[in-house]
């Protein structure tokens, strides 16, 4: 064969690697930073729930009857559930890095359920869509408010 006739001419496939990982990178991206900021989300508000139960629990069961010293003992096991975030529970107000992000409160009262027994109840608002703990990512849904409050039959 004479002249070439039985060569195949070979296609430059050089380069569209690189273009295929220009193409996917973004997208990986988008979804391992959501990911981790979901995550992150989904912590904190786990940090809420348990903060607001051991808030109450420590209310309840605080040795002391007075209404300063049950609400001081609140407030530190809230504080400490919170404090890994940069967030505390102080004079009704929940502050991240100097800003009211929130509300936190306490009250003692009669048990809905018994009225011959007292009840303490840690409530905490904070307000996500407004503050978030990291910045927003296009695609990943956040809530505006995050809301728990927890009640705990005082001892």
């Known amino acids: 064969m004479a002249g070439g006739v039985g060569r195949r001419r ?10 295929e990982f220009a193409l996917v990178v973004p997208l ?4 391992l930073f ?4 979901y995550g992150y989300l989904l912590s904190f508000r786990q940090a809420l729930s348990q903060g607001a139960a051991e808030g109450a629990r420590a209310a309840a069961v605080s040795a002391t009857t007075t209404s ?6 609140a407030l530190s096991a809230l504080n400490s559930s919170l404090d890994t975030y ?6 009704g107000a929940l502050v991240k ?7 936190c409160s306490l009250s003692v009262a009669t048990c809905s359920n018994d009225a011959s027994a007292q009840c303490a109840t840690l409530a905490v608002v904070y307000q996500y869509g407004a503050h978030p703990l990291l910045p927003d990512l296009p ?3 956040t809530p ?12």
């Open 10 to 19: 070979v296609r430059d496939d050089r380069g569209s690697a690189a273009v």
């Open 28 to 31: 990986l991206m988008v979804l």
């Open 34 to 37: 959501g990911v981790i900021s």
């Open 68 to 73: 300063t010293a049950r609400s001081a003992a």
């Open 86 to 91: 940069g967030v505390s529970c102080s004079g």
């Open 97 to 103: 890095g100097g800003s009211t992000v929130g509300t």
């Open 139 to 141: 695609l990943v849904p």
């Open 144 to 155: 505006d408010v995050l809301r728990y409050s927890a009640v705990a039959r005082v001892s």
